[in-house]
């Protein structure tokens, strides 16, 4: 009895995790890091400096394809609400022109229009000029038909509008040949958009504003003796 020794006990199974793990981890061990097989030259630098060319596996070349067109829908993104938020600011908030103490506008006379097209003929006043081109572009609209509109809206009142024609039929002012129209073509071309108006559209639309002008005082004057009447019988 004594003496005797415990026969032994068998040794537990592996757990399955385990004996599934080994044979991975031995052919990682075996493959070892991937090589570089490629090389990827961005298009986008970024400011860095080194080789045009990056040498990176074929899984790399297909992540820095996508980043970099990431990249570039992002650039698109930011330029496109830049325009919006420029577009947002000329139409919400309009500026006054900037005129010189002579010129007011809109013009209201036809002896204001003579000053108006001295004013605009003088080389001296290039730089006022400018500022006037800059300030009216300001104006906005849905459209060049509209910018146009607005910005001669600005310029001229009604009764000055009727005194004025495409080719001046009937006695009236030839816009052709007048210096405001130069000032309406770059007015409505500085604003940001109309930069591609030509200026056969803008033409157009100013004859097509002058020869309504008669049309625009009627209604004006008909809501005017309405609103009038209305206020009387209450």
């Known amino acids: ?24 981890q031995c052919n990682q061990q075996q493959r070892g890091p991937e090589e570089p097989s490629q090389v990827y030259r961005p298009t986008w630098r970024g400011g860095r400096h080194g080789p045009e060319t990056i040498p990176c596996s074929a899984a790399q070349v297909h992540i820095l394809s996508l980043l970099e067109h990431i ?14 938020s420029s577009r947002v600011l000329n139409t919400s908030t309009p500026q006054e022109p900037e005129c010189p103490e002579c010129i007011q506008l809109p013009i209201e006379s036809l002896e204001a229009v003579d000053e108006l097209e ?3 003929k003088d080389a001296a006043n290039a730089a006022a000029k400018q500022r006037m081109i800059s300030s009216l ?13 607005n910005i001669l809206s600005r310029m001229f009142t009604e009764e000055v509008a009727k ?31 109309c930069r591609t108006a030509i200026d056969t559209d803008i033409q157009r639309y100013a004859i097509r504003w002058f020869n309504l002008a008669a049309d625009r005082g ?12 209305l206020e009387a019988d209450d």
Do not use: C, E
């Open 1 to 24: 009895m004594f003496g005797r020794t415990a026969p032994p006990q068998p040794l537990p199974p592996l757990p399955p995790q385990t004996l599934l793990s080994q044979p991975a």
């Open 71 to 84: 990249k570039q829908q992002q650039d698109q993104l930011v330029a496109k609400v830049n325009h919006l």
């Open 118 to 120: 001295a004013f605009l």
């Open 137 to 149: 572009a300001t104006i906005g609209g849905q459209d060049v038909k509209r910018v146009a509109w």
């Open 163 to 193: 005194t004025i024609s495409g080719k001046g039929a009937n006695g009236k002012r030839a816009f052709s040949h007048m210096s405001s129209k130069t000032l309406l073509y770059r007015a409505v071309r500085a604003n940001g958009l």
């Open 218 to 229: 009627a209604v004006r004057r008909r809501l005017t003796n309405r609103l009038t009447r």
